[in-house]
């Protein structure tokens, strides 16, 4: 199999996660034969990939998964090998900054050591495939400039961040050096009803949900003083796809341009199924209560706070819109909603 048929090939680490299950959905929709690399883990994890896998027509014709895990590169030259894709988005890795200052080692082999693995795999082949990876808005950490844009300076504050800028600047040295197609899209914060559960948004938006469904937990959440600059992950997969069918390589700061703060995205996600919450109290005193009952339905506990706190990270997007005509639509306070919403009707599902 050569790697410039006329038959896209795509090849996605991470297909079982977030962003990687919306990638796959977006390529076999245009017609991709998509591969997915998997690891072996004791429960099985395909919840995101299942209506494909559970598909007759797209399990096992257009879509294929093969085990394979980044702390073994020889199963991932295998793969590549057997492969040969034409497009190889590259997405897996342990993503929670928070988790990283307590799994620092295996975090950076993982997100920066496994990268260069792959990398080293394909400037071995005779014609390699067109290479996405996923950097992130970590890499900026606390930046001089607001909004950031590519020539922003790296300036981590998290061992998750030191080692995606690790991998971003790796990956521009291979493109440089090697002549590679290689594509570093500088994610931030994207989210969907399909996020994992200990990221905030998440979080808030499963609480949010139980309290209209009549069933109120109290949320616990660490700084509700952090920002972010929250997309749609559905269409942060969209422009992953446009970076490696431009006609050139390059690399791309993905953000929609506006932060909102974590306390904000709760209140919208909480006034959307129709509770208005009030925040008082300052600091690990501070609650969100019902101001219909009084009851508390947020509060604080500190050991969700961080080590350390990136910035409040906010990103200028115009080399996508420009180059890739890519605009997102879906904002922090509209994806907060969006997701409680989604989080309700999934709970309310028969
Ligand atoms: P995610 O939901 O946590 O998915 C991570 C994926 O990596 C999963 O498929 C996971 O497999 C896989 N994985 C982890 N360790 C692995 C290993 N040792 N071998 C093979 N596969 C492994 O993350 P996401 O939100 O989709 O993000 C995708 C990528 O974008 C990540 O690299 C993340 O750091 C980066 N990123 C994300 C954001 C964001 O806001 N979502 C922003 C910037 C950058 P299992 O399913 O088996 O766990
Ligand atoms: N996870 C979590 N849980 N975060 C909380 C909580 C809580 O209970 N309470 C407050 N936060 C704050 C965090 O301190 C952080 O400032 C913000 O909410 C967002 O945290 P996460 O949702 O964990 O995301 P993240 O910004 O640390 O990391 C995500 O975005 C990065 C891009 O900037 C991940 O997807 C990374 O993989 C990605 O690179």
Known sequence: MGANTSVR????????????????????N????????????????????????????????SLHLHYADLSDPTTIRRLINTIRPSELYHLAGQSHVGLSFDIPESTCQEVAMATLAILEICRDLEAPPRIFHASSSEVFGRPCHFPQNEETAFRPSSPYGCAKSFATQISQVYRQSYG???????????????????????????????????????????????????GYALEYADVIIRMLQHPAPGDYIVATGKATSV?????????????????????????????????????????????????????????????????????GLELAALMANAELADSSAP
């Open 180 to 230: 590679l197609f290689i594509c570093n899209g500088i994610l931030y914060n994207h989210e969907s009803p399909r996020r994992s559960e200990n990221f905030v948004t998440r979080k808030i938006a499963k609480a949010a949900a139980a309290a209209a469904a009549g069933k109120p937990e109290i949320l616990e959440l660490g700084n509700l003083d952090a920002e972010r600059d929250w």
């Open 263 to 331: 306390r904000d995205f709760a209140l919208a996600a909480y006034r959307s199924l129709g509770s208005d919450l009030v925040f008082q109290g300052r600091d690990t005193e501070e609650v969100g209560i019902d101001p219909r009952n009084g009851q508390i339905r947020i509060r604080i506990n500190p050991k969700f706070y961080r080590p350390s706190e990136s910035a409040s990270l906010v990103g200028d997007a115009s080399r996508a819109r420009h180059q890739l005509d890519w605009r997102p639509a879906v904002k």
């Open 30 to 61: 245009q017609g991709c034969q998509v591969h997915g690399l998997v690891r072996r883990a004791s429960s099985f994890n395909r919840s995101r990939i299942e209506h494909l896998r559970s598909n007759p027509s797209i399990a096992g014709n």
């Open 9 to 28: 090939r795509a090849l996605i680490t991470g297909i079982t996660g977030q962003t990687g299950s919306y990638l796959a959905d977006l390529l076999l």
